[in-house]
């Protein structure tokens, strides 16, 4: 038999996103509501929601051109972060922005995947973020969607998995 990781997907109220998340993976900071109350564990979420940025980003050549991408970032810690959170040990949200800022006027990239691996990477240099979800879609690029992107979301223990993957290649 094929074996296939548990997921859950759901919609929000206003069905302007949808989920899916490995349960065992998210379960340290799922919203209680969706889990069952063993299983719930609290988290704080530090945000950017809905950036949009005019980059040079695609595969097709009608695509060299400056076009919008819209990104999103949710950097998870403990609720303990907030015990001690001060200017010097916050999880500060304007790195995000930054780092998606300076994206504007730079060459042609062929792939959103750079860019998102750039998103994990600037939030995972937080010593409290446990958890990453972080996306990028193109909002103009067909006519009959809301848009078309990458999604990733990554625990710290998978982030530093990749990170000697990376080192070892």
């Known amino acids: 038999l094929l074996s296939l ?63 919008r991408v819209t990104v999103c970032a949710e950097l998870y810690a403990d609720p303990s972060y907030l015990n001690g959170a001060d200017k010097k040990s916050i999880i500060d949200y304007a790195v995000i922005w930054e780092t998606v800022r300076e994206w ?23 010593k409290a973020v446990t958890a990453v979800r972080v996306s990028i879609s193109k909002p103009d690029i067909f006519p009959d969607t809301r848009g078309a992107g990458v999604e990733a979301f990554m625990i710290r223990k998978d982030y530093e998995k990749l990170l000697s993957k990376k080192r070892s290649a």
Do not use: C
């Open 5 to 67: 990781p548990m997921t859950l997907f759901f919609e929000t109220a206003a069905m302007e996103q949808r989920y899916i998340f490995d349960i065992e993976a998210f379960s340290v900071m799922f919203p209680s509501a969706m889990l069952k109350k063993e299983t719930a564990k609290s988290y704080v979420r530090v945000f950017v929601e809905n950036m949009t940025v005019s980059i040079r980003i695609g595969i097709k050549p009608n695509e060299r051109k400056p076009q």
């Open 104 to 126: 504007q006027g730079r060459p042609h990239q062929d792939l959103i995947e750079p860019y998102l691996r750039e998103l994990l990477d600037a939030a995972f240099k937080f």
